[in-house]
């Protein structure tokens, strides 16, 4: 087998849909399967994919132990030599995928690689990063303006835009790496619920001197956050997106590096409680973001254990009799 492909899906069954027909519609010439992992979607319509797509194989889990987890429980199911964590609210539009066989096959030193996303407004997203730290933090705290200005006066890079360069980590919504170097490193952390995953797992190939390759020549559409539109669905956003970031410093920061980061996102909370008043887009839901800083501000005055022990509880819906998991804690109430 050249590739496994493993979709992690959690209500999205419409663009799951879309998803498999692409990869069908444009894979070609390379031996592949296909793992569908539902982490215990509470709609339930992902049941039907049983006979929708009868040559992929779907595993219905009875847990959402998030997101890292789904990939590592597919990827235990796998046989590729090569395997791709692909999204279910991305669609491709070529053959790209025997295309990044060939290219790792020929890169021994290669170990990851992914493409442009165009985004569902027809705009297209570069969607790589350097490594966090305190540029990013700063930006969080103060306005993603400083980000964007330093940017511009200190490229990531000043190779040719449209050329493959190596990058020290791309988005997981659509991540093509060596099976073997997937194994090597044991795979995605699972304390991550949510975000963070992906850039702890290449920050660890990254330390075993792999390359990570960005080719602008090939192209993905991707809907960005799709099981997570709603207005819980944001508060969880922010929730998972802080937690993870933290749980990362704390394993690959130091005490001091730590504590220089907490001092700026604790102030930029701060100052973002102030001026919160004067957004005009957020008039409609001051008391929603105000909560979010708040919420925030409690998991970053929290310990290592505190982040860890708030990843998920456990309930049974009224309509279904499966056991769920998903976000809920004391920081919420």
Not at 88 to 114: G, R, T, W
Not at 153 to 165: H, R, V
Not at 218 to 239: A, D, P, T
Not at 254 to 268: D, H, N, P
């Amino acid at each position: 087998m050249d590739l496994s492909i493993v979709i992690v899906n959690y209500n999205t069954s419409e663009h799951l849909r879309s998803c498999l027909d692409s990869i069908y519609k444009f894979t070609k010439d390379i031996e592949y399967e296909i793992i569908i992992v539902d982490n215990n979607s509470p709609e339930r319509d992902i049941e039907d994919f049983k006979d929708l797509y009868p040559q992929a194989r779907l595993y219905l889990r009875d847990e959402n132990d998030g997101f890292g987890a789904g990939c590592n429980y597919g990827a235990g199911k796998s046989k590729g030599k090569h395997i791709a964590f692909i999204n279910p609210d991305v669609v491709i539009n070529s053959n790209l995928l025997k295309a990044f066989y060939d290219l790792l096959e020929s890169n021994p030193s290669f170990a990851v690689i992914a493409p442009v996303y165009l985004e569902s407004d027809g705009t297209e997203s570069r969607l790589y990063r350097e490594l966090p730290g305190y540029l990013q933090s700063i930006a969080d705290a103060y306005g993603s303006f400083l980000y964007d200005l330093v940017r511009k006066l200190f490229p990531l890079s000043k190779e040719d835009p449209n050329a493959p360069f190596e990058s020290t980590w791309v988005y997981g919504s659509f991540i093509y790496l060596k099976k073997a170097v997937f194994d090597e490193v044991k795979g995605f952390d699972e304390n991550y619920f949510l975000y963070f995953e992906d850039i702890d797992l290449q920050y660890r190939i990254g330390n075993k001197g792999y390359i990570i390759q960005y080719h602008p020549g090939f192209k993905i559409n991707h809907f960005e956050r799709s099981s997570i539109r709603s207005y819980q669905g944001e508060n969880l956003y922010y929730y998972h997106m802080t937690r993870s970031y933290l749980l990362y410093m704390y394993k690959h920061f130091s005490f001091l590096k730590r504590s220089i980061l907490r001092i700026i996102a604790i102030t930029g909370i701060l100052f973002r409680s102030v001026t919160i008043i004067f957004r005009k887009d957020y008039s409609k839901k001051r008391m929603q973001k105000y909560s979010q800083l708040y919420t925030k501000f409690r998991q970053y005055v929290s310990s290592e254990n505190k982040l860890k022990e708030g990843k998920y509880f456990k309930f049974t819906p009224h309509l279904d009799d499966r056991e769920q998991i998903i976000h809920k804690d004391k920081f919420w109430n």
